[in-house]
Structure formats: structure tokens, C-alpha cells
Nanobody, 124 residues
Framework: QVQLVESGGGLVQAGGSLRLTCVAS????????MGWYRQRPGKQRELVAS??????????EYGDSVRGRFAISRNSATRTAYLDMNSLKSDDSGIYFC???????????????WGQGTQVTVSS
């Protein structure tokens, strides 16, 4: 079993900051990527930020609407991903989901896992 546990969501005023944390645990051989997606009201789930090659080069990717305001980082030893969100806008409100691409054993292929989601609300 693989679990992704998110924390750090909440209510913040526009212009403020929040940090989201996601920890991957359980039966894990290797983490290939971790990241954050969000579901805003009336919109499709979208990429916020991700780290590919999680245990090596840590290549980062950002959604267009957050680039320059959000920063993703990771601790590969603890299999933790962080999302620092700055200059928050009301349009950033939504449910933020942690995603991970993980290989559980040497003989299994890679699979996608999702956290339960954490609510971020930005008041204007």
C-alpha cells in the first residue's frame, strides 16, 4: 500500500502565503515524480507544479497561472514534496491534490497515486 498524506491547506488573505506538504509512505521502491494538482470550482483538475526524476535531477514544471508565485521543492530522503504558495489570489482557491508516480517493487511497473486533497481558500 502507498499513502500520500497532505497537510498545510487553510484560509489565507489575498497576497498571503501558504505551504503545502505531501509525504509518501508505505511499500515504495522508488518515487519517480511528485507534484500538486488543483480542482477549482467549475474547472477541470489542472497541474500546479511537479517534480520529475524525483530522486535524481528533480526537474520542475509549473502551471502557467502559478509560475513565478509558487515554488515546489522536495526531500527525496523522506519522500516529501513541498509547495510554497506566495502572492495568493482568490482565483487560487480550490482543492489541492498531491500526486505521485511510484514503483512499489522492482518487478512492478510505475503507478499513479493521489492524496485525499486539502482545501485552500483565499479571501479577497
Amino acid at each position: 500500500q502507498v499513502q500520500l498524506v497532505e497537510s498545510g491547506g487553510g484560509l489565507v488573505q489575498a497576497g498571503g502565503s501558504l505551504r503545502l506538504t505531501c509525504v509518501a509512505s508505505g511499500s515504495i521502491f522508488s518515487v519517480y515524480g511528485m507534484g500538486w494538482y488543483r480542482q477549482r470550482p467549475g474547472k477541470q483538475r489542472e497541474l500546479v507544479a511537479s517534480i520529475d526524476n524525483f530522486e535524481t535531477s528533480a526537474d520542475k514544471e509549473y502551471g502557467d497561472s502559478v509560475r513565478g508565485r509558487f515554488a515546489i521543492s522536495r526531500n527525496s530522503a523522506t519522500r516529501t514534496a513541498y509547495l510554497d504558495m506566495n502572492s495568493l489570489k482568490s482565483d487560487d482557491s480550490g482543492i489541492y491534490f498531491c500526486h505521485a508516480n511510484i514503483k512499489r517493487t522492482t518487478w512492478e511497473g510505475r503507478s499513479d497515486y493521489w492524496g485525499q486533497g486539502t482545501q485552500v481558500t483565499v479571501s479577497s
